[in-house]
C-alpha cells in the first residue's frame, strides 16, 4: 500500500501570510495525487488534481506542484476562508489512500 | 450549475441495511461516474469506497467493502445509491457522493448523509 505522509500536522500562520503544505509518497505516484480542503461539516472539497491542476472555480493562489513522491500545495495568501483541514489523496491505485491531514490555523 | 443531492440521515440497527440516494443535476448523468467515501464522525479520514459507472453500471468496489455494498444507478431519475448491508457499529458515519471522471476527478459533492448504527 502507498503510504502518503502530510507535513507539518499544524501550520499556525496570520491571514495574508503564504502556506506551504507537504505531502511525500512511499513510492511514486506520477501524478495522480489530489488535493482537498474541508472544513467542518462540510463536504471535502477538491482543489487539486493530477498534481498541478487547479479545480473549477479554485482560487489562483492555491497551487499545486510535484510529481513522483514529493508534493506541495501553497497557497500564496492566506484569506479567512483558507482555515480548514487539507488533505492529499492519490489515485494511482484503486482505491487510493489519504494523508493524514495538515490543519491550517489562525494563528 | 452541478448539484449532488443526497438523502437523509438514517438511524440503522446492528446487522441492517441502508440505502443512500444521491440525486445529481446540472450535467449529464451518464457522463461521470459517481464515488462513494464515507468519514467517521469526527475523524479526518475518508474512505473511498467504490465507484459506479451510470453509462453502463459498472462498479468497482473497495476490498474493505466488497459483499456488503452494492452501488446501482436509476439513469431515468440521474439518481445513485449505495446499499450498505450487514451494518456495524463502525459503520458510523457520513457517506459522502461524488461525481467523478479520469479528467476532473471528484470534482463535486454531495452534502453528505449521517448514518448511525446503534442498537
Known amino acids: 500500500e502507498i503510504v502518503l505522509t502530510q507535513s507539518p500536522a499544524t501550520l499556525s500562520l496570520s491571514p495574508g501570510e503564504r502556506a506551504t503544505l507537504s505531502c511525500r509518497a512511499s513510492q511514486s505516484v506520477v501524478n495522480f495525487l489530489a488535493w482537498y480542503q474541508q472544513k467542518p461539516g462540510q463536504a471535502p472539497r477538491l482543489l487539486i488534481y493530477y498534481g498541478s491542476n487547479r479545480a473549477t472555480g479554485v482560487p489562483a493562489r492555491f497551487n499545486g506542484s510535484g510529481s513522483g513522491t514529493d508534493f506541495t500545495l501553497t497557497i500564496s495568501s492566506l484569506e479567512p476562508e483558507d482555515f480548514a483541514v487539507y488533505y492529499c489523496h492519490q489515485r494511482l491505485s484503486w482505491p487510493g489512500t489519504l494523508g493524514q491531514g495538515t490543519t491550517v490555523e489562525i494563528k | 450549475q452541478v448539484q449532488l443531492v443526497q438523502s437523509g440521515a438514517e438511524v440503522k440497527k446492528p446487522g441492517t441495511s441502508v440505502k443512500v440516494s444521491c440525486k445529481a443535476s446540472g450535467y449529464t448523468f451518464t457522463t461521470y461516474d459517481i464515488t462513494w467515501v464515507r468519514q467517521a464522525p469526527g475523524q479526518g479520514w475518508l474512505e473511498w469506497m467504490g465507484w459506479i459507472r451510470p453509462y453502463n453500471g459498472h462498479t468497482n468496489y473497495a476490498q474493505k467493502f466488497q459483499g456488503r455494498v452494492t452501488m446501482t444507478t436509476d439513469t431515468a431519475t440521474n439518481t445513485a445509491y449505495m446499499e450498505l448491508r450487514t451494518l456495524r457499529s463502525d459503520d458510523t458515519a457520513v457517506y459522502y457522493c461524488?461525481?467523478?471522471?479520469?479528467?476532473?476527478?471528484?470534482?463535486?459533492w454531495g452534502q453528505g448523509t449521517l448514518v448511525t448504527v446503534s442498537s
Open positions: 461524488a461525481r467523478d471522471s479520469s479528467t476532473t476527478w471528484t470534482d463535486s
